[in-house]
């Protein structure tokens, strides 16, 4: 009897296991869809320090630590150039930061500084007239492994079904909302 009882309770906490496992991966936005469509950006002239990375784009978040780390109230964002299904994972290039500034407003020299120290560089985006927009959550580290997965082909289909003209490939822009985005063709 006390050896069915232990099974009962190893199948238990198993079980609990694998719902705790199931669980922390919907809350990751496992089974989040993917919200694409076409306007104006949701940020406009931006001013953002950001290191480049060329490899896995699952292989970010240490950058997403190291620049939050800098100054946590600021939004991230990360640029990704290539499109991971097209081009070889290793060869895949990003620049991932904190957004300084947006709008007319310029960032702080003491702020520019921090950033600059720590061996991030500088640049300002100005303002698109038209973006292709992808929404994912952005709740754990496990949420940027799935919208590498997730967000391209979105984005992808879209632009595809409506026969648009979106550059530079694909350029998501990542804050914590979950943003992403591409330039249209005029």
Sequence with gaps: M????LLGLIGGLTLLLL????A???YSGLLAGVEVSAG????RNVTVAYKFHMGL????GR???ESCSISPKLRSIAVY???PHMVPPDKCRCAVGSILSEGEESPSPELIDLYQKFGFKVFSFPAPSHVVTATFPYTTILSIWLATRRVHPALDTYIKERKLCAYPRPDPFHVPTGTAGRLLCA
Excluded: H, K, Q, V
């Design 2 to 5: 006390s050896d069915l009882l």
């Design 19 to 22: 719902l705790t496992l199931l």
């Design 24 to 26: 922390f991966a919907g």
């Design 40 to 43: 104006s950006p949701p940020i």
């Design 57 to 60: 784009y699952g292989e970010t």
């Design 63 to 65: 950058l997403f630590t």
């Design 81 to 83: 150039y290539d499109n």
